[in-house]
């Protein structure tokens, strides 16, 4: 089972802007990466060392962490956003979260 | 282009083996160290496995360890998955996972095991 929860959905409008949470220990140790997948799509990385963007994601993704829970922000959630959205772990520390469904509509 | 793609999966009874190859393109590969990670049929992510740049370094999930090896060719660019005994909970789209950060992803392999 892994060691990072996450809430299995969240649901904002277009525009709003849409907070995922991860949470465990580890978060307080390890830096936290969040990766996107839409349906029937390979996962992108979409935040890296807890808090930077890979080139090419868009600016209204960013990352955040307090004690043991890190935050995936999307500023003005557009519709394209919709998807799965995982945290994720060093390797030796059990890897993905549960995993949230984000819906924007 | 920077790329992984898998291959080898199919259609394996339970008990049987399997090896899963992910070659690389486009990046250097001998310099990350690569992942290998599985989705279950409309489940989530699981990590399974872990290997250093070199190959010295590999971690397993529990739910592999002792029936899964992960080894690399890196003049090859290839990163390879050897599964046996395997049982009808491993049925999955496998991917590898590498480059900066776990920045590239191949398309996956479809494994299912059944009789």
């Known amino acids: 089972s892994s060691e990072l929860t996450q809430p299995s959905s969240v649901s904002v409008s277009p525009g709003q802007t849409a907070r995922i949470t991860c949470s465990g220990d580890v978060v307080a140790k390890k830096y936290v990466r969040w990766f996107q997948q839409k349906s029937g799509q390979a996962p992108v990385l979409v935040i890296y060392?807890?808090?930077e963007r890979p080139s090419g994601i868009p600016e209204r993704f960013s990352g955040s962490s307090s004690g043991t829970t890190a935050t995936l922000a999307i500023s003005g959630a557009q519709v394209e956003d919709e998807a799965d959205y995982y945290c994720y772990s060093a390797p030796d520390d059990r890897g993905f979260g549960g995993g949230t469904k984000l819906t924007v509509l | 282009d920077v790329q992984l793609a898998e291959s080898g999966g199919g259609l394996i009874q339970p008990g049987g083996s399997l090896r899963l190859s992910c070659a690389g393109s486009g990046f250097d590969f001998r310099n990350y160290s690569m992942n290998w990670v599985r989705q279950a049929p409309g489940k989530g992510l699981e990590w399974i496995s872990y290997?250093?740049?070199?190959?010295?370094?590999?971690y397993y999930a529990d739910s592999v360890k002792g029936r899964f090896t992960s080894f690399r060719d890196n003049p090859k660019k290839s990163l390879f998955l050897q599964m046996k005994s395997l049982r009808v909970e491993d049925t999955a789209l496998y991917y590898c996972m590498g480059g900066y950060f776990g920045s590239v992803w191949g398309q996956g392999t479809l494994v299912t095991v059944s009789s």
């Open positions: 060392k807890t808090s």
């Open positions: 290997i250093s740049s070199t190959g010295a370094t590999t």
